[in-house]
């Protein structure tokens, strides 16, 4: 699939096949992840992939009982370290959220290339999540993701226009 159509027929997918995905293919979406940029290119993000059909409900009831996530034979999860990302971005925060942010949408574009659904997971409760897969203190728990063959085909959401959204030159000056 070319990219532009990639990014066009990428969906929310909340419902899953159980059908297995293949080691290969799961790896190659992991890989394009692996390629996304990061600040100062530090790559601070580590990704456990889980697999354990009781942790992946565990998991669910740790997103307040989102049981999408668990429907998947795999849940991503993104993790990103706090104090080794860059401490600076605009002069006000660190980017560990945006690094993980980019990983995530290459995770899942490069998923839905290869047939693969995937949804967002950011309502979840970040203790419980440490808890359950024991991520250490330095590290914040940024996304989850099912990933799986989708059993629907995401709905349209809409986006706003091109023109809602841009300014010329300066804030508030039509485009
Ligand atoms: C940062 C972020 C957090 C999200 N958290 C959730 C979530 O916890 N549960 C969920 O079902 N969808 C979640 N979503 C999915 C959004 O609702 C979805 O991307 C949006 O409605 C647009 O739909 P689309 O992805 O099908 O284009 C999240 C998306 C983003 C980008």
């Not at 999408?68 to 600076?88: D, F, G, T």
Request: glycine share 6%; charged share 30%; proline share 3%.
């Amino acid at each position: 699939m070319q990219l532009y159509e990639v990014i066009r027929k990428r969906r929310s997918i909340r419902e899953y096949e159980t059908r297995e995905v293949k080691n290969e293919k799961l790896e190659k979406v992991l890989n394009a992840a692996r390629l996304a940029p990061s600040a100062k290119n530090i790559q601070p993000w580590k990704v456990i992939v889980v697999e354990d059909e009781g942790l992946r409900e565990e998991l669910a009831e740790a997103a307040y009982g989102q049981e999408h996530l668990s429907q998947a034979p795999y849940v991503i999860v993104i993790c990103v370290n706090e104090k080794e990302c860059y401490q600076e971005h605009g002069d006000y925060m660190t980017s560990f959220a945006v690094d993980g942010a980019i990983f995530t949408d290459h995770l899942t574009l490069a998923a839905c290339a290869e047939g693969l659904g995937t949804c967002w997971i950011a309502k979840f409760n970040e203790r419980k999540v440490k808890e359950l897969l024991n991520v250490p203190d330095t590290y914040r728990v940024v996304v989850m993701t099912p990933l799986g063959y989708p059993a629907e085909e995401g709905r349209d959401k809409g986006r706003k226009a091109l023109y809602e959204i841009l300014y010329k030159n300066s804030w508030g000056k039509e485009y």
